[in-house]
Every structure is written in C-alpha cells, then in structure tokens.
C-alpha cells in the first residue's frame, strides 16, 4: 500500500515539475518573440522616425511598453493559472491516495477476515479428519497386533511342536544304530542318483569266505570281461563327538576345543581302521576304500587338519569323502565308465564298418552287372521298335486295312482307342 502511494506522489511531482518547465519555457518563447517583436519594432520606429515625426516615435514607445505590460500581465496572469492548476491536481491527487488507501485498508481487513474464517474451517475440517484416521489406523493397528499375537502364539505352539520334534530327533539321533541308518540312506541316495544297477553292489561282502558286508560296493570293470574289482564305501556318523566339538566352538573354550578335536580324530580313525580290516582285499578289491561322512560341517572339520587326512590315506589306505566330494567322485567314476564302454565298442564298430564296406563293394560289382544287362535290354529293346517294326510294316502295306467287331473277337486283342493312346503318350 505505502509503495503505490509513493509512487503515485512520485507521479505528481514529475507532473508538477514538467508543467513547471513547460511554464519556463513558454515564458523564454514569450520573452524571445517580445525581443524579436522588439526589434523589429525599433526598427520600424528607427525607420519611421526618419520618416516621420517624434511624436509618432513617442507614440510607438508608448504602444511597445502598453504591450509589454500586456505580455507581463498575461504571463503572470498563466503562472497564476498554472500554480492554481497544480495545487488542484496535487490535492485531487492526495484524495484519491486517500480514498485508495482505505479502501486497500478495508479489503485487506476483509480478507484477513475471510482468511481467519477458512482457517478455521479448515482447521476444524483437518482436525475431524485425523481424528478419523488416527482412530481408523488405531484400530487397524489394535487388530494386526491382536493377529501377529495370534500369530506369535501359533508359532509359539509350533516351536513347542518343534522342540518335541527335536528331542526325539536326538532321541533318535542318539542311538548308534540308527545314525548308521541314516548316513547308510543319505549315502544309498547319491549313489542311485549317480550310478546306474549295474555298476555298484548294496551288502556286499567284498572278501571272499568272510561275513562281513560293505554298505555300498562300486564295480570296477577287471583285467577280463565279466570280473570286476570292487571299491568300498562305508558311511560313519561320529554324532557325540561332533555335538561336543561345536558347543565348544560355541564357548570359546580353546582347551575344550583341542580335547574334542582330538577325540573326533580318534573315533574317525577307529572307523578308518576297521574299514581298512574289514573290507579291503586287493587284487579283488581296491587298495583303498572310502569312509563316508554324512554331512559337510563334519566334512569339513577333518579336512581342516591335512595332516591327519593324509594319514589316514597313506596309513589306513582309507579316504574321507562328504556328500560334494562322493559326488563328484562318483560323477567322475562314472564318466569313466562310459568313455570305458565307448573304447570296448569302438572295436565292433571297426568290424561292423569293415563288413558294411565288403558287402558295399559287393553290391557295386552287382549293380554294375544289372546296368550291363539294362544296356543289353535296351539295345533290343531298341531294335524291336525300329528295324523289326519297319519290316512288318513294310511287310503288311499291301494288306487292307480292316477291322470291325467280328475280326476283333477272332484276334481276342482289346481294341485301342486314339484317346487312350495320346492319354498314355
């Protein structure tokens, strides 16, 4: 409001000052033209006074002044005017400042008026609504919490149902027996997943006269056909000793640690050394055999001592294996196998391939003799339809021709018709 104040002040006081300028002016132009007036009037007079007489030069110089007195007259009477005019306008000027200062002021007022009201409107309007979706969200917050509490008992019923499971599990677990039924199912699994029927025994008793029977025994071909070198592969399952080496990893305990380590070793080379007497027989059987372990973790902590596990090969000719090492182990077997096949085939192949190339050069002498024999066909074939049907043709010119149904019957030859002829040709 102050700035369209002043700047409507600003346009006032230009105004003023223009009409001000535009006076100065008007009065320089007045004054200019009065000289040149002036002059040319003194000239005149000079001249007319040589004409005339010095009364009518007093006469003149009377005019001239009653003039001047007139022109000052005049311009005073215009400053007059002009001062009027713009104390005029500078008050109009102020009144309507004025008048647009309050009515600036009083819409202003209206607005902040008009303002406050729909503040409060929305206010109010805000308010009702986040009262309504606190108590919406509160309430679907109330019911996903009572779900996840049901949820949580559920799973808290589960875990019990889970903790039972668990303790029957190291019930079960516990058992010696039942641990060997498990790494003898989990090893089973691989092997059938792996090899075929034909190339690995199941209870097999790889020593001769004795009554002791590998879990798993894979065929490995012999010197001769149908004799087999066997490879034993029997799953242990140390569960004690493991359980104990992980609660002291879970401790800390670097002396507890070392002690169960060590026991772990020793059962596994227990284990090793009854495999060892029990089902390697060479030359009927492989110089080593393969100890299973049922999972990795356990694979894994006998594998970290090397130096045990090179023992156990070059003392107990035993090698550890877990479920990715028998697996690729047996993956590798078995692709021997096949490029073993593939060699024994490869001789047959050669026989077959030399028989097809006897009977192939067989079978050109014979194609050759049936072309000879094609050629001598149509050769005659060739003489019949020129040399011997010219003969008869020139033989039967002096016979009429002459057919009709009776002589037909006589020949007992089916008639030829011209449409069947052209058909064929």
């Not at 001000?20 to 000079?46: C, G, P």
């Amino acid at each position: 409001m102050s700035l369209i104040l002043m700047l409507i002040g600003l346009a006032s006081l230009g105004l003023s000052f223009y009409l001000v300028i535009r006076v100065a002016d008007l009065q320089s132009q007045l004054r200019k033209a009065l000289d040149d007036n002036a002059d040319n009037l003194s000239e005149q007079v000079s001249y007319q006074l040589d004409l005339a007489k010095k009364d009518q030069i007093l006469a003149l110089n009377q005019e001239l002044g009653q003039q001047k007195t007139e022109t000052y007259q005049q311009l005073a009477d215009i400053r007059d005017v002009l001062h009027k005019n713009l104390s005029d306008n500078r008050d109009r000027s102020d009144q309507r400042l004025e008048l647009m200062n309050q009515t600036l002021t009083k819409a202003v007022k209206e607005m902040q008026e008009s303002n406050e009201k729909r503040l409060d409107q929305m206010r109010q309007t805000v308010e009702e609504k986040l009262e309504q979706t606190l108590q919406t969200r509160l309430q679907a917050s109330f019911a996903t919490v009572s779900q996840q509490l049901e949820s949580v008992n559920q799973g808290l019923g589960q875990m019990k149902t889970v903790a039972q499971d668990v303790g029957t599990l190291n019930k079960v677990l516990s058992n010696t027996k039942t641990r060997g039924i498990m790494g003898e199912l989990q090893l089973g699994q691989i092997i059938e997943d792996i090899m075929t029927d034909s190339q690995y025994e199941r209870e097999f008793a790889t020593v001769k006269g004795s009554s002791e029977r590998v879990e798993y025994a894979i065929k490995l071909p012999g010197n001769h056909d149908g004799q087999y070198i066997y490879l034993p592969i029997d799953s242990k399952f140390p569960l004690e000793d493991y359980y104990r080496l992980e609660e002291a990893y879970e401790s800390g305990d670097s002396q507890q640690i070392e002690t169960y380590r060590k026991s772990l070793l020793a059962s596994l080379k227990r284990f090793a050394k009854d495999i060892q007497k029990k089902y390697l027989n060479p030359p009927e059987t492989t110089n080593f055999g393969i100890m299973f372990l049922p999972t990795e973790g356990l694979y894994s902590e006998v594998v970290r001592n090397s130096a045990f596990f090179d023992g156990l090969r070059r003392e107990e000719n035993i090698v550890l294996a877990g479920p990715s090492t028998l697996s690729a182990l047996l993956n590798s077997l078995s692709v021997g196998f096949k490029t073993l096949n593939i060699q024994k085939n490869a001789d047959d192949i050669s026989k077959i391939l030399g028989n097809v190339k006897t009977e192939f050069t067989k079978f050109g002498g014979m194609l050759t003799k049936a072309q000879k024999q094609l050629n001598t066909a149509s050769k005659t074939v060739d003489s019949l339809l020129t040399t011997r049907t010219n003969a008869i043709v020139r033989a039967l010119d002096r016979v009429e021709a002459y057919q009709d149904s009776n002589t037909q019957s006589l020949l007992n030859i089916p008639q030829i018709e011209e449409g069947e002829d052209s058909h064929e040709n």
